[in-house]
Structures are given as structure tokens and as C-alpha cells.
């Protein structure tokens, strides 16, 4: 009982719309992982009427960090979008799932540093965060994750997500290039995610976040499947 009142207060008083726009967007949402486990390109389309929602929902409910997080998705899904439908001339196929090569790497922790840094100076400018050294900030935060009081966790949300913005923009740009490795990223961000929104009061995209963490393990479980597939195809077909 006292978990399904944890869940439903912070809906007390709010709008059937936003109550409404919050479920579908969660619902396309997982609708779009769904398609991108089946390396489908309706992952895009969907996933844009779920981040365009969620730009809406968060400026109302003034989670500015989240809101470009979703910003960011909506632009990479329409990168992705073009990078899916590509046909490669030579082979005339779509681009094959592929595995990151040292580049490639360093491009993606470039994205999470460069985002992450960004976020801390938003938030430290706002005051939202205290502006603390680097190992004063990871103290400061692994001293309220760990406190067991919900209140002081809350004030550890801010770090959360740094963390979840920086890998959230790393694993949007490895999908959007076909990456493998771009599983395991949303695996870290939905694991930090899913009691996020709880604890922030927003019970529905907590759970949309929850079947996110289930369907990246599926997804990252296949497409190693299709990637093997693939360099069996190629070794076949070089082979005769």
C-alpha cells in the first residue's frame, strides 16, 4: 500500500492530459526500443513522437536537463532516420551492425564528457548543484545515495543525471550508427533511470524506464545474434 501511495502522489492534482501525454509518450517510448531491438526503422519515428512529447512534458514540469536530453533524442532520431535508410552503392544493403573501433570510441566518450561538463556548469549556474572540487562532488554525492534517507537522495538527483545525460547522448549517437556497444550504454542508463523518476515523481516513465533496462537486454542479446550472422555471411561469401 504504502508503495502504491509513493506512486500515485505525486499525480494528485495533476491534469488528465499530462497524466495522458505522460502515458503515451512512455508507451511509444517503448514501442520505439521495441523496434530497435528488431533493428527496425520505425524505431525513429516512433521514438520522435515520444522524445517531441516529453520536450512538451518536461518544460512544464521544468526538468530542463531531461528536456534536452530529449531535445538531443529528437535530433539524433532524425540522424539516424537518414544513416538507416542510407543503401551503400557497392553493396547496395543497408549499414550492417557494426562494432566500434578505436575512433569510434573515442567519439562517444568525447560526446559523454563534452555533455557531461556541460550539464554541471548548467546546473552549478542555477544552483542546483554545489559547486564542489571533483572528488569533493563524488564524496559529496556517494554520501547522499548512500545516506538511506529519501530526502538526501533527492539531493543527489542533479549528479545522477550528469551521469545518465552524458551516456544517454554517448548511446543515442552509437545507435544511430548501427554500434553494438550501444546496448550495454543504455543498459547504464536505464539502470540509474529507473529509480530517478521514481524517487523525482514520475511513476509512469519510471516504469517505461524499467522495460527500457529489460528490452536493452534482449536488444544487446540479438543484435550480437544478427552481428555474428553478418561476419558469417561475409566470411562465406569471400570465401567463394
Known amino acids: 500500500m504504502e508503495l502504491l501511495n509513493f506512486f500515485l ?20 517510448g517503448i514501442l520505439s526500443v521495441w523496434f530497435a531491438k528488431k533493428e527496425n526503422i520505425l524505431v525513429f519515428p516512433t521514438g520522435i513522437i515520444s522524445t517531441a512529447l516529453y520536450v512538451y512534458l518536461l518544460s512544464q514540469w521544468n526538468l530542463y536537463g531531461d528536456l ?7 535530433v539524433m532520431s532524425i540522424y539516424g532516420w537518414y544513416m538507416w535508410s ?3 552503392e557497392s553493396t547496395e544493403k543497408h549499414i550492417p551492425i557494426t562494432k566500434t573501433n578505436a575512433m569510434d570510441k573515442l567519439k562517444a566518450l568525447g560526446i559523454f564528457v563534452f555533455t557531461s561538463i556541460f550539464v554541471v ?5 542555477y544552483s542546483v548543484m554545489p559547486d564542489l572540487s571533483f572528488g569533493n562532488s563524488v564524496r559529496y554525492a556517494f554520501a547522499k545515495l548512500t545516506s538511506g534517507h529519501l530526502k538526501e537522495f533527492r539531493e543527489a538527483t542533479p549528479y545522477l543525471d550528469t551521469f545518465t545525460t ?4 554517448a548511446a543515442m549517437w552509437l545507435m544511430a550508427n548501427k554500434k553494438l556497444e550501444n546496448w ?7 539502470v540509474v533511470s529507473v529509480p530517478l523518476y521514481f524517487v523525482k515523481g514520475f511513476g509512469f516513465t519510471g516504469i517505461q524506464y524499467f522495460i527500457f533496462l529489460v528490452l536493452a ?3 544487446y542479446r540479438e543484435w550480437k545474434e544478427r552481428y555474428k550472422n553478418q561476419l ?5 561469401s569471400t570465401a567463394t
Open 184 to 190: 550495454p550504454a543504455w543498459i547504464a542508463v536505464n
Open 166 to 169: 552524458g551516456a544517454a547522448f
Open 232 to 236: 558469417l555471411v561475409t566470411q562465406e
Open 68 to 74: 534536452i536530453i530529449n531535445i538531443y533524442y529528437t
Open 86 to 88: 542510407k543503401v551503400d
Open 217 to 219: 537486454f534482449l536488444g
Open 9 to 28: 502522489e505525486p499525480y494528485k492534482g495533476a491534469s488528465t492530459l499530462m497524466v495522458s501525454l505522460e502515458i503515451i509518450a512512455a508507451f511509444m
Open 121 to 125: 556548469v548548467v546546473y552549478r549556474y
